[in-house]
């Protein structure tokens, strides 16, 4: 069990760094250490299929989420964390690349974003509704920002 990356692109990227904010985020939403994630990054010919099929919507995207055990993050830390398959986050390098230059950041950066986002999207969170955005976006900043001054303390 763990988290799983697979780099079906021809796009360079760091794989450890997915593997280790994977984890990170098992363990920051309370969820047991044991819990299966997989982390795919595809092409944006492969990202369109799956958008279409799965979304019907046209073009590439920059994540997907596929839920498989129905977790959800514990409401409080006394909650037995729970134990499971999260399911699929697949990534789209091309499309990512594109949202860091236009975003200003780096695709690092873009990644963490995603897989963040990607994560919480199995977990249940959704942002069709503005009441469900705010939630959801607020725990990404929230999670991003600790991940990132986890990152930075673990550099110096």
Wanted: aromatic share 4%; proline share 4%.
């Amino acid at each position: 069990m763990g988290v799983g990356v697979v780099n079906e692109s021809s796009a360079e990227v760091d794989v450890e760094s997915l593997v280790a904010q994977g984890e990170w985020l098992i363990a920051a939403l309370g969820l047991h250490s044991e819990c299966e994630l997989s982390v795919a990054l595809v092409d944006a010919h492969r990202m369109e299929q799956l958008h279409l099929e799965w979304m019907d919507e046209s073009g590439p995207t920059d994540v997907l989420s596929f839920p498989m055990d129905d977790l959800r993050a514990p409401e409080s830390s006394t909650d037995e964390p729970p134990l499971g398959v999260l399911g699929d986050v697949i990534l789209c390098p091309e499309v990512a690349a594109a949202q860091a230059q236009t975003a200003g950041h780096s695709t690092a950066s873009e990644y963490e974003l995603l897989l963040t986002h990607g994560m919480l999207h199995l977990l249940g969170h959704d942002h069709a509704e503005p009441e469900e955005h705010a939630v959801m976006f607020g725990l990404q900043d929230q999670l991003l920002a600790r991940w990132r001054a986890r990152s930075t303390e673990s550099a110096t």
